[in-house]
């Protein structure tokens, strides 16, 4: 059999036309085909090669020469069809085109002619209404100048009438022609350089003039004159204030000027500073006064004056800032007599009569006259020189913290404050720059309070709460919170600047001292918890604490010892983290309010993280402990281990004795911590880690010196390995009726520590003669993070004789070579730990200092 091929057939070859991807991919879409002979890729020799496979199937080489040329023939007639297609089209596409040529010429001569005729009857029109418009311009011209003659008419008579009003003082008559001689100017506004109109105009000006000083000379006749005792309101003065009106608003203005001057005159003389009344404890004195005073004013001249003057705001506005004035001035002089208790109750009644006038008037004079001021200058605060003294305790930047309450309150309970009012802070604000006795009498209270909690240097608990088992919250916790509460309300009456910011870096400065003089100093001086570090690194941190001269806050060296807590000081423990918790929670909770109540500006200073530190490392402290004691009442347990003759084991039996020992110890103290601590769940499950990571280390450490071990030895030193799993893993359940299950970190660190425990016995259970490789190769595949010291105690542990020691090392050695700084990794790590923990102590230490 054979194929045909590029030898055997000499197949004619012409050029390909080869389409782009694109083309080829569209022809693809539209003309879909399966014969081989429409495929891009087509080759001529695979063709002929799949019609003849085989010599036998050239037979039949005539029927497919016949068919192909069937093909041929089929395909050229369709390609006839097609071009003799398209020339017909081509054909009626050019007769269309003509006939739509045809057609835009036709519309273009439409549209023109359209056009003409449009500009024609343009043309007619204005010929038809060019006379309309010159009739219409001049009617309005005419229609001008008889309205601009009819003004100046008007302008002349209602001068020469106001004249004579003026001198007859007919003010009810005045009114109208005047108002009538205003609008009428407005109009000969723009014909000022006429000197006609000109001169009206400066008689006009003229006129208003004598017009105001007349009328002010009848108001000082009437209210300063020989019979302005006996002065009774009549309708000439109502008159009068109705030309006012009138007049321009400076007039007005300078009127009620002197009238209000006129009206307080004899507040200023009553409550004058040299005068006993003046002073803050007779406050009272001036609100009750001006009262009165607003009241016969409102009652004798209420018909007197327009209502749109709103005499009587302007009266209480103008009395508000005299009060504010002299008020500052006579605290300046008089500093060193203000107390705390003066002080909050001149603010309490000043901002009790700030409320009543905020519900009694709008303040609209007061938005209109600070428009006016903003339009004319940029205002600014004028302060003088000894009230800028007294300002200078709150120039500094400070910081803050929470809130509390025992303080009297500054606003009655059934007179809200309206803070958007513009009355509010019309005189309170003069008492802004001695807010600082304010200030330093809730710093007093609060040195007070903490000292009354520290005079009990020891915190005893309640009988009920031992035998309950159940650590609450120190009680003076929450009265110093409360104090907070009460303080922070206080202040937020007073101010939310900088006495607020102040107030908040007492409240930082007291919960500093309530967490090392109430909390920290009643901790038991027990040991420092133990850690996992080797005895060098141990050492290590020894001497840094030596060379810089740091211990642990509220531990000493002389305290490092392991003293027995009683369940007193167990409860004692988880009280005072219980309290640091709280704290903690609260602080949190202040700092938020705190930021909520001040002013936006202040809300960077607001920064309680140096608080929260310090309780978090008061609860660090007292976790520490806890394990600390537990581990004490293990020790003994773990020292009966060591001093087991191992070697000498000749049977397997149950747990041993010190395994006992240990869960007794375990299941007499975790149960009761558990129950201290039911309020703080988060920090019991922190306590039960803690002792996971401090007490398998040590337990492992203490493996390594119960050595020689024999096997049975070793087995049984497993299974008290496994027994002291199981009672870990139970640990945070412990004593319970229901089985819960330990939290899953918890169980992490239990299972990693003693699956090691156990590795390390398996270990020592292994053969090692003639294995030497093998049993170096199990150690690394059983402890891979492990370095040459450990390897060491464990050939230790399995009593070889130096020789057999040597060659195992030195088969490890190469094995394991960053294997070595392992544990010094790991103890690097623990000793930043430790020395972060004992510069939070110093810090905390030398700012309570």
């Not at 036309?17 to 014969?35: M, T």
């Not at 020469?160 to 000969?188: A, C, N, W």
Request: glycine share 2%; hydrophobic share 40%; net charge negative.
């Amino acid at each position: 059999m054979s194929t045909v091929n590029e030898e055997k057939i000499d197949v004619g070859r012409t050029e390909t036309l080869v389409y782009s991807v694109e083309v080829q991919k569209a022809i693809d879409e539209i003309l879909p085909s399966d014969d081989p002979l429409d495929k891009p890729d087509f080759d001529t020799i695979d063709y002929i090669n799949n019609l003849f496979p085989t010599e036998q199937s050239l037979t039949n080489i005539d029927d497919v020469i016949n068919s192909l040329e069937c093909k041929v023939d089929s395909i050229d007639n369709d390609i006839r069809s097609v071009i003799r297609g398209q020339i017909e089209v081509n054909k009626d596409g050019k007769a269309e085109l003509e006939e739509a040529q045809h057609y835009i010429k036709h519309l273009f001569s439409q549209i023109r002619e359209i056009r003409q005729k449009a500009e024609h009857s343009e043309e007619v029109v204005k010929e038809i209404t060019l006379d309309i418009k010159q009739l219409d311009c001049a009617k309005k011209n005419l229609t001008t100048s008889i309205t601009t003659l009819n003004n100046l008419h008007m302008l002349v008579s209602g001068i020469e009438s106001l004249r004579g009003l003026t001198t007859k003082r007919k003010y009810g008559e005045i009114v109208m022609p005047l108002q009538g001689v205003t609008d009428v100017m407005e109009h000969f506004k723009n014909y000022t350089d006429i000197p006609h109109i000109a001169q009206l105009s400066t008689e006009v000006k003229q006129l208003q003039k004598s017009l105001a000083i007349q009328i002010m000379a009848d108001f000082r006749e009437a209210f300063s004159g020989p019979n302005a005792k006996n002065f009774v309101p009549n309708r000439q003065m109502t008159e009068a204030c109705l030309v006012v009106s009138i007049l321009e608003p400076k007039v007005k203005d300078e009127l009620l000027e002197w009238f209000i001057d006129l009206q307080l005159s004899e507040y200023t003389h009553l409550f004058d500073s040299t005068e006993d009344v003046a002073w803050l404890d007779k406050l009272n004195q001036r609100y009750a006064w001006f009262k009165r005073q607003l009241l016969q004013c409102e009652e004798k001249f209420r018909t007197m004056f327009p209502v749109q003057w709103e005499l009587s705001e302007r009266i209480a506005v103008e009395f508000c800032k005299i009060t504010k004035n002299e008020l500052s001035k006579l605290m300046v002089k008089r500093k060193n007599e203000i107390d705390v208790k003066l002080l909050l109750f001149a603010i309490q009644k000043t901002v009790a009569f700030e409320n009543l006038m905020a519900k009694t008037f709008n303040g609209n004079t007061i938005v209109q006259n600070y428009e006016k001021s903003l339009s004319n200058t940029n205002k600014q605060p004028i302060i003088n020189t000894e009230t800028e003294e007294i300002l200078q305790p709150f120039s500094e930047e400070l910081q803050i913290s929470n809130v509390p309450e025992n303080m009297p309150s500054l606003v009655q309970k059934n007179e809200p404050k309206l803070n958007s009012s513009p009355f509010y802070g019309l005189i309170s604000d003069c008492f802004q720059p001695f807010l600082y006795i304010y200030i330093d009498s809730v710093d007093k209270n609060l040195s007070e309070l903490i000292e009354r909690f520290v005079s009990d240097n020891k915190i005893t608990l309640a009988k009920e709460n031992i035998d309950d088992q159940t650590a609450t919250v120190l009680p003076n916790c929450a009265d110093l919170f409360l104090f907070y509460k009460k303080s922070l309300v206080q202040c937020t009456e007073l101010s939310n600047h900088n006495p607020m910011l102040a107030l908040a870096t007492v409240f930082q400065k007291y919960l500093k001292e309530y967490a090392t003089k109430v909390l920290e100093v009643n901790l038991p001086k027990i040991s420092h918890p133990a850690t996992s570090l080797t005895t060098n690194v141990s050492n290590m941190t020894k001497d840094l604490i030596k060379d810089l001269q740091l211990l642990p806050s509220g531990m000493t060296e002389a305290s490092v010892k392991n003293i027995n807590c009683t369940p007193q000081e167990l409860a004692k423990i988880c009280c005072i983290l219980t309290t640091a918790d709280y704290c903690m929670e609260t602080t949190q909770q202040l700092e938020e309010k705190l930021k909520e109540k001040i002013d936006p500006c202040l809300v960077g200073k607001i920064c309680m993280t140096n608080e929260n530190d310090l309780f978090q490392n008061i609860i660090f402290m007292s976790i520490n402990l806890l394990v600390q004691h537990l581990e004490a009442d293990l020790e003994p347990a773990l020292n009966n281990m060591t001093k087991v003759p191992w070697q000498n084991i000749t049977a397997v039996g149950d747990q041993s004795e010190y395994v006992t020992i240990m869960t007794t110890h375990l299941r007499g103290v975790v149960p009761i911590v558990r129950t201290y601590l039911s309020t703080s769940r988060k920090y019991f499950t922190k306590f039960c880690i803690t002792f996971a990571n401090s007490f398998i280390p040590k337990f492992i450490q203490h493996l390594y010196k119960c050595k020689p071990l024999s096997n049975i030895g070793a087995e049984q030193l497993l299974l008290d390995t496994h027994s002291l799993k199981t009672i870990l893993l139970d640990l945070p359940s412990m004593n319970l009726d229901d089985n819960r299950k330990a939290p899953a970190s918890y169980t992490k660190v239990v299972v990693k520590g003693m699956t090691k425990a156990e590795m390390i016995l398996k270990l020592v259970m292994a053969p090692t003669i003639k294995h030497y490789t093998s049993f170096v190769d199990q150690y690394l595949k059983l402890l891979p993070e492990s370095d040459m010291t450990e390897f060491q105690k464990i050939l230790e542990m399995k009593g070889l004789k130096a020789a057999e020691r040597n060659e195992l090392l030195n088969i490890f050695r190469p094995r394991n070579p960053t294997g070595s700084f392992v544990t010094s990794t790991a103890a690097l790590s623990s000793l930043k730990q430790y020395t972060s923990l004992i510069k939070k102590n110093l810090i905390s230490n030398s700012s309570n200092n």
